[in-house]
């Protein structure tokens, strides 16, 4: 351990260790669970610790709307799963998606993003960050020559959930990365179906992991929350807007968050398995007209999943013959 309390070459771990190790900061009292630090702000030995603080030249906790201990346990976490140098916690997924594109946009640039997003993701793209100058096209999230064809040299961010929901359509982050490259445009990729149990996008070339930690990384429906995982450089723009604009992490969720990492690998091997075995269920069902899963053989874009991801995930689309009235029947 390092003076501090933090554990050091943490990196070199198992992933199934840093789930439960990575950014673990013991106490004084040496407690076996990781502490959670309710409290707004901080208390310092003199007036000039204050000062130097505040001022930046000397690190340490001022405000929780900055930093807080048990925040900052679950961000370098979350960061050592996903292989990134830095995370941000934020109060939501939504939160984590608004703070990226405040950070590094500005008026007139432009996103490409898959088609098939999360509704609020277009809501707030089209919507929110239209009314400031911001626009978006959207493209067909396989096609790789579609995003290509979209992209100009106004374009700033690509935006992509793989694999797609309820479709479960797959891209080739490396091959769209590349794509990023070439406009110097940053690739985001929506992470929270997979999770870095199954998939570790910022090794195939994306810049910017978004995730819900609402979904699998509590994965026991207790907490909204959210972050955003990558470089230090785009890091320290999206930490200014959290601390600035204020969608922080309590303290509290992110404690939650800290015990769902802990299970996070086997909850999504067995989930992945669960839901293969469903899929195939349900292919082989006499109601059903289509499974859409990427761990069918079936599905147009198996290979590809198979090699950029180390498991299918859990959500699946499933059509159901007779239409609407026979699918809710
Ligand atoms: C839920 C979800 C979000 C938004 O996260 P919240 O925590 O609900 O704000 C973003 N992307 C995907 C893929 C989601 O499923």
Redesign the pocket.
Known sequence: MHQDGAFEHIDALAFDTLAVRAGQRRTNEQEHGDPIFPTSSFVYASAAEAASKFAGDEPGNIYSRFTNPTVQAFERRLAALEGGERCVATS??????LSTALALLEAGDEIVASRS??G??VSLFDKYLGKFGITTRYVELGNLEEWAAALTPKTRLLFA?TPS?PMSEVVDIAQLSKLAKEQDAWLAI?N??LTPALQRPLELGADLI?H????YLDGQGRA???AVVGRDKELEEVFGVVRTCGPCLSPFNAWIFLKGLETLGLRMKAQSENALQLAQWLDAHPAVVRVHYSGLESHPQHELARRQQRGFGAVLGVEIKGEREGAGR
């Open positions: 939501s997924g939504m939160a984590a998606i997003l999360f609020s993701t959930e929901n929506d929270c179906f978004i819900s930690a609402t979904k909204i929350g959210g």
